[in-house]
């Protein structure tokens, strides 16, 4: 499974980016840096990632390193998947 590429595509779904998650690297920020990523995005965003993967993502989790690049948010997907 291409872990980053479907987390691409729940980041260009929920934050209705029509496309432009395609371009990001595993280098490119997320929270702070994309305004479509407010609070109520984050929620949706891990409520997506849970329906995608088949995991729940506890509150105590959850911080804004999750979130702080592609990279971040993947390896956390990765982690959940094997864990």
């Known amino acids: 499974m291409d872990i980053r590429g479907e987390v691409v595509a729940v980041l260009d779904e929920v934050l209705s980016l029509?496309?432009?998650a395609s371009g990001f690297t595993l280098e490119t920020p997320l929270l702070g840096a994309i305004p479509e990523l407010?609070?109520?995005?984050?929620?949706?965003?891990?409520?997506?990632l849970?329906?995608?993967?088949?995991?729940?993502?506890?509150?105590?989790e959850i911080d804004g390193t999750v979130f702080a690049t592609l990279a971040t948010?993947?390896?956390?997907?990765?982690?959940?998947?094997?864990s």
């Open 50 to 60: 849970e329906e995608r993967f088949g995991f729940i993502v506890d509150d105590d």
């Open 73 to 82: 948010l993947a390896d956390f997907v990765q982690k959940k998947l094997t």
């Open 38 to 48: 407010d609070s109520m995005a984050v929620v949706a965003l891990i409520t997506t």
């Open 18 to 20: 029509k496309g432009r």
